[in-house]
């Protein structure tokens, strides 16, 4: 009997070759699927901090006057310095994607229709530093090519360090980042133009609009909000009702059926997990009152706890992506080096989202180099327990990513 079946199965094999049909199959619906969630999804990279000031200004082609007026430090070169001894040489001057190193490919594999990035630095040659402030970060205009090189998108600008080489230094920055075609939210001239959204068209996908507010909290100065009169930052003073209403009536000024919403909100401090009942509440008032699909927080130096709510994704922390923090002690417990990089998928008729992958590097010789298993693991564990708390957990998605996954 033994025999025959086997003599049978080899006549089928040659005469059929139902390996190479199953195969085409597999190819043609793996094809469909990726073609249709590539028809109907958004894809959006989103990432926290990018500071591209100070100590990395000083190893891009254009570095600014080293001069800086902290209590602990008076030359950014120091910074470079300081990463120096804990990780060996940084080479200066650079290429403009330098700093990127992995990210870049990983970004252009994936193809994101939409590259958001909180730009927290000031684009100026001005010496007017924010007095008394203590931490002033710049970037020179003749190193704007470095954002140009990640393909950037839109730059979120209300944060604590718009204003750091006062309002000449706020204004440079606006008009080198239009003149590199970057589009920008959250500042302006005044407060009309401070409140008006970053809008991309997305072909045949739709609209994504992006708003963005700052928070005191967040360390900006209450004086840096912009007025009818004067230029500053889109500022929100309290995370109450009558900010959602602020919120709502200047999304509504804008929206357009099926546009997909997007709040950025710098808020909070440095360095912890927690995660207020105010900023939990605000998010969600601001999805279930003003209409926002994707709620984009940033202030952390480290990626915190993710939620879903309603379908709709709400990013507490999104963290550091470039920093000049190499080498600097006290809150290593954090792993501030750790840069993530937020991929959202999100469905543009109803702003569900539909897909989070987290794809983690880690900042070394001021570059994003691909994490180790071990970092990647140990993020995923630190995400996981954070999200637990807010429904969510986190898996590994080899080789070198995290999934995020949420109830329905
Ligand atoms: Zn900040």
Not at 90 to 113: E, Q, R
Request: contains cysteine; hydrophobic residues 35%.
């Amino acid at each position: 009997m033994n025999w025959y079946f086997t003599a049978f199965g080899f006549l089928c094999l040659f005469f059929f070759d139902p390996s190479q049909e199953s195969i085409d199959v597999f190819d043609r619906k793996l094809k469909m699927a990726r073609n249709y969630s590539t028809d109907k999804t958004v894809r959006i990279f989103l990432c926290g901090d990018v500071m591209t000031g100070r100590g990395i200004d000083q190893i891009l082609p254009h570095p600014s006057n080293p001069q800086i007026y902290e209590s602990y430090m008076k030359d950014a070169i120091g910074y470079v310095a300081i990463a120096e001894r804990a990780n060996g040489p940084v080479p200066a001057p650079v290429s403009y994607d330098y700093i990127w190193g992995d990210a870049s490919k990983v970004l252009d594999n994936y193809a994101p229709d939409l590259r958001i990035i909180n730009l927290e630095t000031s684009i100026t040659t001005s010496d007017d530093y924010w007095k008394g402030k203590g931490i002033n970060y710049r970037m020179h205009p003749q190193n704007i090519a470095c954002l140009s090189a990640l393909k950037i998108d839109i730059c979120v600008l209300a944060n604590n360090h718009l204003l750091d080489w006062g309002y000449q230094g706020l204004e440079e920055t606006l008009s080198t980042l239009n003149n590199a075609h970057l589009k920008t939210s959250g500042a302006g001239s005044n407060l009309f133009n401070a409140q008006k959204p970053a809008i991309m068209e997305v072909k045949n996908k739709g609209r994504v609009l992006v708003f963005s507010y700052g928070t005191p909290t967040s360390g900006i100065p209450l004086e840096w909000a912009a007025t009818d009169e004067r230029a500053g930052v889109n500022m929100l003073q309290k995370l109450n009702e009558s900010s959602i209403e602020k919120v709502k009536k200047q999304i509504e000024q804008y929206r357009q059926p099926s546009d997909v919403i997007i709040t950025s909100i710098h808020w909070g401090g440095n360095w912890g997990y927690d995660i207020p009942l105010e900023q939990s509440s605000f998010a969600h008032e601001l999805i279930d009152k003003a209409g926002v699909d994707i709620i984009h927080g940033h202030s952390s130096h480290h990626s915190k706890g993710i939620e879903v709510y309603k379908q709709k994704l709400i990013i507490y922390g999104a963290g550091d992506f470039i920093n000049d923090y190499e080498g600097i002690s006290g809150h290593e417990q954090y792993r501030d080096d750790l840069a993530v990089m937020y991929l959202v998928k999100i469905n543009p008729v109803d702003g569900r989202l539909v897909e989070l992958e987290l794809f983690p590097f880690e900042i070394r010789n001021f570059q994003l180099h691909k994490v180790s298993n071990i970092d990647l693991k140990w993020l995923r564990d630190q995400l996981d327990n954070q999200g637990r708390k807010l429904g969510t957990r986190v898996k590994l998605h080899p080789p070198n990513s995290l999934l995020l996954q949420w109830d329905l």
